[in-house]
């Protein structure tokens, strides 16, 4: 099976469609619901503070399935990108070659990220306050003399019962059975193999559709928590939220233009030549606020571009699992973000313990629309040191953060992708600039 002939008869069914297809009127897409849902509760918290107040039990109530969910779509994209990345022993220079460049440019991602959000102060000023429950959680957890010890921490990572670790939300002992059955799961003859990761697989689409059900509940859970917010907040939550956003866009835009520009300069390619080939590319990846929207027209463009289909089978795939370089540094300003609104202090050796927190649960970000946010969820519940209860409130500027996160996924991977094929002699120059003239009607000098 090759991506040509997929993308081929993808087409031709497309053109089998009848013409008398209904569109989906725009008043039922999930995305305006939710921007209608923001705009009542901006409303309402401004018009009626007390009782946007009450609404926030909306937003507990989205919560709750959203951690209901988180456990199981952990484990199943650990446990199967773990597997993926087992196939990369079958083309070890090229895998061993992108896992390193992978963690290398997350970690710069997501370092480049808290450093930022230290700086820019995200969720000063909010000046939100956990419910009485929540605080009383967090102390019978962590006691009065603050977190647990380092041998208590370790005792806790590893669980005692299989099931017990999902019944309790304890998502890192999720991750550790997770990395612990994907390195069993490589471990099992072809076959029988197969056989387990088409069973996790079929799992893991039933569960995300699992998730399309609960996302059915979104708009009613962004209204609960934007009207509490606004209720409870005023103006400093408006202005917040705006902050946070203006930051992250301008984060990612630096993530993509300078880290990946100096990254593809080394290599001989000029990044706004590589945005522009794939610009197509990023107003679906805007529209569709799914990283997973570009992969089969990536698959393709990548190969014309010069990439081994080598190369792009095992990078492209790889990538969207374990280089999820937007996704990094969505987690690492939302985190302080929160830490801020909510007034918990975090030194250097807990934001570095999240950092490296981070590194692992991002492997596991789903890449469709909302995925970042459940894993980021299952990142804050992982912590332990942050409150649940501002998730909702993030959640109400998912969809917007989700544009910008999904670029840079995307074209994250696809600079990896180019990257990888060059330095392993993957890549066909000619067939480069042969695409590029094409394309822009000029041949490229040394620098494609």
Request: positive net charge; hydrophobic residues 55%; contains cysteine.
């Amino acid at each position: 099976m090759t991506v040509h002939s997929e993308s081929a008869n993808h087409r031709n069914a497309e053109l089998s469609l009848p013409a008398t297809r209904k569109k989906t009127p725009f008043y039922a897409r999930l995305g305006v619901q939710i921007v209608v849902g923001i705009i009542a509760g901006l409303a309402l918290g401004f018009i009626a503070p007390k009782l946007a107040i009450d609404m926030k039990v909306l937003g507990d109530i989205f919560l709750r399935l959203i951690k209901m969910i988180v456990a199981p779509l952990v484990f199943l994209n650990v446990a199967l990108g773990i597997a993926a990345a087992g196939d990369l022993k079958n083309v070890g220079r090229i895998g061993f070659r992108a896992l390193i460049y992978f963690e290398i440019v997350s970690t710069i991602a997501l370092a480049i990220s808290m450093v930022v959000a230290n700086l820019s102060g995200v969720g000063t000023g909010m000046h939100l306050t956990q419910s009485p429950e929540a605080a009383a959680l967090a102390h019978a957890k962590y006691g009065k003399s603050g977190p647990m010890s380092f041998e208590h921490f370790l005792l806790t990572l590893f669980p005692d019962n299989f099931v017990g670790a999902f019944a309790n939300g304890s998502l890192l002992q999720v991750l550790v059975i997770s990395i612990g059955f994907g390195a069993a799961l490589l471990m099992l003859g072809k076959d029988t193999r197969e056989s387990v990761e088409g069973a996790l697989t079929r799992m893991s689409e039933c569960f995300f559709k699992f998730v399309d059900v609960i996302m059915k509940f979104a708009p009613l859970g962004a209204f609960g928590s934007i009207a509490f917010a606004i209720g409870s907040s005023g103006m400093s939550a408006v202005m917040s939220l705006g902050y946070l956003l203006l930051v992250m866009y301008l984060t990612l835009a630096f993530v993509i233009v300078v880290v990946f520009g100096v990254i593809l300069r080394l290599y001989g390619f000029n990044i706004f030549r590589f945005l522009r080939y794939f610009k197509d590319e990023i107003y679906l990846l805007f529209a569709t606020a799914s990283s997973e929207s570009a992969l089969p027209r990536l698959f393709e463009k990548l190969e014309r571009l010069g990439c081994s289909r080598q190369a792009t089978g095992l990078v492209l795939p790889t990538g969207y699992a374990f280089n999820l370089d937007g996704t990094s540094v969505y987690m690492a300003l939302c985190v302080l973000f929160l830490a801020n609104a909510y007034g918990v202090p975090l030194d250097l050796h807990q934001q570095l313990g999240l950092l490296a927190l981070m590194l692992v649960t991002s492997k596991g970000a789903a890449t469709v629309s909302g995925g970042t946010f459940i894993v980021f969820a299952a990142t804050v519940t992982a912590s332990g040191l942050l409150p649940l209860e501002g998730l909702p409130i993030l959640f109400g500027i998912n969809r917007f953060t989700s544009q910008a996160v999904c670029i840079c996924n995307a074209m994250g991977n696809g600079v990896a992708a180019l990257v990888i094929a060059k330095s392993t002699g993957e890549f066909d120059e000619s067939a480069a600039r042969t695409e590029y003239q094409r394309v822009f009607g000029a041949a490229p000098g040394k620098i494609i």
